[in-house]
């Protein structure tokens, strides 16, 4: 897609790509922007990495099966092109994170039995979930994801955005862990620019952060927001 106005690169069992795939979409309807959604794998990403000592365990079960999905996504595109991929990972990430998890759903995800009702509730062959246990794709995986990080550095993860695309601005993120309003979404997508285009730019950041409000990560929309810091720290209720 040479003519996207924004490039996306995701992971479909990242939360914040997740969450930050929802707000841009919310602004490509309305800006009328052409998005081409990318691949980029967290489990390539941490090939190098010890999970047992660097994450909690149910890590590398989940990257794996975001691996495995992107393979499908691959496949997908290669045979039924990029709009299908954009539906494909939208329904992915509908049964991922706005649906309650279980226990063993971060293996489950990259299986057969997770994948092909989501291929046949999209009119897509469920023949292409063949794709989830071949390997063949990860060398295309890996090309994107090395991209990616090209463009912004390697000391990042999920998402990666490059705005007006080959020459445009990348970078990694937003990280949101809320979907904005309507009408807030597209004054936080100009400020984001704004502040990206900067080339002085570098880094804004806090540790603190509430957990996605997402289904599939507990969050009730009766609840409210808890802010906390995600790897285990203090938390406060806000009103």
């Given at each position: 897609m040479?003519?996207?106005?924004?490039?996306?690169?995701?992971?479909?069992?990242c939360p914040f790509a997740w969450m930050t795939s929802k707000w841009v979409r919310m602004v490509a309807a309305q800006r009328e922007y052409a998005v081409e959604w990318r691949f980029i794998s967290l489990r390539?990403?941490?090939?190098?990495?010890?999970y047992a000592s660097h994450f909690p365990p149910e890590y590398e079960a989940g990257h794996t099966s975001g691996l495995r999905l992107l393979r499908l996504a691959a496949r997908t595109r290669a045979e039924h092109g990029p709009d299908a991929v954009a539906r494909l990972y939208e329904a992915l990430g509908g049964q991922v994170f706005e649906t309650p998890n279980a226990p063993g759903d971060e293996s489950r995800r990259?299986?057969?039995d997770f994948a092909e009702p989501v291929l046949a509730g999209l009119g897509l062959p469920i023949?292409?979930?063949?794709?989830?246990?071949?390997?063949?794709?990860?060398?295309?995986?890996?090309?994107?994801?090395?991209?990616?990080?090209?463009l912004t550095g390697k000391d990042v993860g999920t998402?990666?955005?490059?705005?007006q695309p080959p020459e445009g601005v990348a970078f990694f993120g937003p990280v949101i862990s809320r979907l904005p309003a309507e009408e807030e979404a597209v004054a936080l997508w100009d400020h984001v620019i704004g502040l990206a285009s900067f080339p002085g730019f570098a880094e804004l950041k806090r540790s603190l952060r509430e957990r996605p409000q997402l289904v599939g990560f507990g969050w009730r929309p009766d609840e409210g927001s808890v802010e906390e810091d995600w790897h285990g720290g203090s938390r406060r209720q806000k009103k």
């Open positions: 040479s003519d996207a106005d924004l490039r996306f690169w995701f992971d479909p069992v390539l990403l941490n090939a190098h990495v010890d990259g299986t057969r023949d292409l979930a063949a794709a989830l246990d071949d390997d063949s794709w990860d060398a295309q995986i890996q090309a994107e994801t090395d991209e990616a990080l090209s998402p990666i955005l490059q705005f």
